[in-house]
């Protein structure tokens, strides 16, 4: 008799753990035939307060490691993503596409790792510099992480975009709060194994599966997300800007109905990076 | 070097410690002869509205008056904008950034900044007299600050016009096209110059509404646009109170909108805007801590205290309106710091003399009033001068809280006006903790001696702007605006235009 595999039970990665919804609320998902496949955490509200609390706690601590820390550790993102680029393929896959297109994703997202790991101490370098006042002050402007940010990844390209939302914030030294795709959870099942093996303090980037009409509201409101990160529908960025003006959180929303090129080299900035930051004006008198 | 001067002065400080030396307290004591600014403010009677390159009346035919808060006295009539002249505005912006403005070399848009730069520079004195007359400030800070830094912002701006590829670098920035702004009345002049000089250096057109209180001073900046030539619609000025800003800020023709004035009002005008795709920068309120540490020059702290809190009457959204003192050097802090109040000249803003000034609006001086009762309310200690208050006019003393706790309201909400709430901490971290613990971050003081604490202090306080060492100075520069709930965006620097563009 055939040996029968053991399935994996897919658990989100929030604080550094594999852990399911406090709800105990699951979808199931489907494999290449529409078989099952396996059941993936409905995420609540309060698995996504528990989640921002985790990146609180991590905050403080990945934004003083250096720059060059910082660096080696997306770099080594991408080394876990790339030794695993198989696995993930058939993640994606799962959601309908090719052989090809699957395997030019995880390609594209590795490189878009090393991109960002190459920025973190260089970002600085272009955006801040010195004022030259009238007045004997040393003035100098630089950026500061803004702290938490909430991240919505679209439901299309669901590792590449969600990848391309989530770096360029940790880059300078923020924490994450993700919701993965809806329709495509696993690979971000996925990148939470990855996550776990990459060095990266447990807490800096938070998974979350579920649905969006139920966690949106929340994404809007939470007073300890400064700034979101999305790419949603109409209704929905109505829904966030409404929520951010309660706290006067940073929005940057890109419209779901728009089409994104995650592949291109234009899905990946500097201007990505200072969407997420703070700049801050020191000034320091000159004198004996 | 050690000598023995040096010892000796050592010596005799260690005598004095815990008690202050003492000093010649003037106050109103000593009365001082009256120095009156007298130059012609050139008011006219009557403003319009200015609508694509004219002075304008209103469609609607009203008028209100802008009165001199420090004496209640009506300087001019000030036309209100309605609707129909928000559109009319919005439509001149609109043809004059397609037909000109948005066309023009940078080099030529650089030439008009510098000419309004320079005619302002002529006009100083006048423009100074008439922003104290209609705003209520002292004269030497509409002298010596207003004018010459609004002036500064246009030339500094002006000479970026030309060389916008240096802004972002590694890529192209475009103007956003028609930007509507609204402005407050604590520096209406200079917030005219923050907000005008970075869109138009970049090839904005603007719709701006200035404050009611505080219309006079951009309406006469028109007359500088006329001279200098600058083309029609390039910059509009509507006039009136809230709605004409609504109107302003709701109106579908800008791109962007700049706002500058109360977190209140901010999150309004955020809501507003949900679920349209116009950019924003929000500079709005805060509860500034300013911190001085046990080995601080206290002597010039005091002086940056003062500074901090009492600077244009307190109406000033990144003033130090939280003291916060090593509890090592509170006693002779507080004392000091008493002393020097006592010093301040209130009274008459056209008294070259005058340090404090009148506050702007009855309304603002009733809103103080009820939040220094709270503060006397809820326990805090608190100390006013016994200087003489003019009979009219809009004035409040000097007012400082000891003992405040960190969740009374003198602590938590923005005054606005002269009023300056003191806490003490004994560690760095509760310094930083204490100074982060509110929901503002514009701006924060740090007084030290040593060096390494200022960068430590500065990276761990979450504002937009540190002084060390120093408060309140501003530069065209020297980007400025806020974390949190104190706004985004930034103005001033190179940062600052980035708010005014979109890469291409």
Redesign the interface.
Known sequence: MARLPITKTPKVYVGGAFIRSESARVFPITGFAGEFFANIPQCTRKDLRNAVEAAAKAGPGWAKRTAYNRGQILYRLGEMIEARAGEMADAIMLGGATPAAAAREVAATVDRLIYYAGWTDKYEQVLGNVNPVAAPYFNFTVTEPMGIIGVIAPDEAPLLALISLIAPAITSGNTVVALASSTQPYPAILLGEMLATSDLPGGVVNLLTGFRKELISTFATHTHLRAISAVVNAEERKALALGAADSVKRTHLRKAEDKHDWLADSAQSLEAIRETLEFKTTWHPVGA | MPTLTASKKSNRSAVRAGRPAPELILGDLWEFDPAPESADPKLKARYELFIDGKFVAPKGGRYFDSINPANEQKLAEIALAGPADVDAAYAAAQRAYDGVWGKLPGRERAKYLYRIARLLQDRAREFAVAETLDGGKPIKESRDFDVPMAA?HFFYHAGWADKLDYV????KVAPLGVVGQVIPWNFPLLMCAWKLAPALAMGNTVVLKPAETTSITALKLAEIFQDAGLPPGVVNFVTGAGEVGAAVMNHPTPAKIAFTGS?EV???I??G???TDKKMT?E?GGKAANIVFDDAPIDQAVEGIVNGIFFNQGHVCCAGSRLLVQESVAAKVLAKLKNRIRTLRVGDPMDKNTDIGAINSREQLDKITRLVAAGVKEGGEMFQPACKLPAKGFYFRPTIFSGVSMSSRVAREEIFGPVLSILTFRTVDEAIEKANNT?YGLSAGVWTDKGSR?LKM??ELK????????YN?F?P?????G??????G?EG???GL?DYCK?V
């Open positions: 500064a972002a670098p590694g890529r977190t901010g999150k309004i955020m809501r805007l949900a679920g929000m709005l929901a200022i500065s990276t504002a937009g702007v540190v002084w060390a060492n120093t100075k530069d520069t020297s980007p400025f605006g974390y949190k709930e104190s706004g985004f930034r620097g190179r940062q980035l890469l």
